[in-house]
């Protein structure tokens, strides 16, 4: 990630489509916590939509991710990164609550079984 005040001069070189995240103030009120989201899926079909992220701590407090516009597409044994921001930091993660949906009204609604699963936090790296 880039700071925001230094992202033209870091991106505008390159001339194919970058994808970046920016690191944003620790204060309110644009205070936004990066995790990357690691998936290994082992689901048979393909399956492709969007994953939403919720933390709790030990105290039970909940924070739920504010990123993840893109769809995803999830095959067995692929491993599938997602960046993914929550406006709270939780140090102590007590569990992780996924829920997949391809957003769609119509049609089966569909699982994805997770083999392995990994969220790291971008802006305290050795958490």
Not at 36 to 48: A, E, F, P, V, Y
Not at 63 to 78: C, G, H, I, L, R
């Amino acid at each position: 990630g880039y700071h925001a005040d230094r992202w033209k001069k870091m991106l505008i070189p390159y001339s194919s489509p970058t994808k970046a995240y920016f690191d944003t103030s620790d204060k309110d009120p644009f205070c936004m916590y990066n995790y990357l989201l690691d998936i290994t899926t082992w689901n048979k079909s393909i399956r492709r939509g969007y994953i939403e992220v919720k933390i709790i701590d030990y105290a039970g407090n909940t924070v739920e991710s504010q990123m993840n516009s893109e769809a995803s597409t999830f095959q067995q044994y692929k491993r599938v990164k997602i960046l993914t921001g929550f406006h709270q930091d939780i140090e102590k993660i007590a569990k992780i609550s996924l829920t997949f949906s391809t957003k769609s009204l119509i049609g089966p609604k569909h699982k994805l079984r997770i083999l392995q699963m990994k969220l790291k936090s971008l802006n305290n790296p050795k958490r």
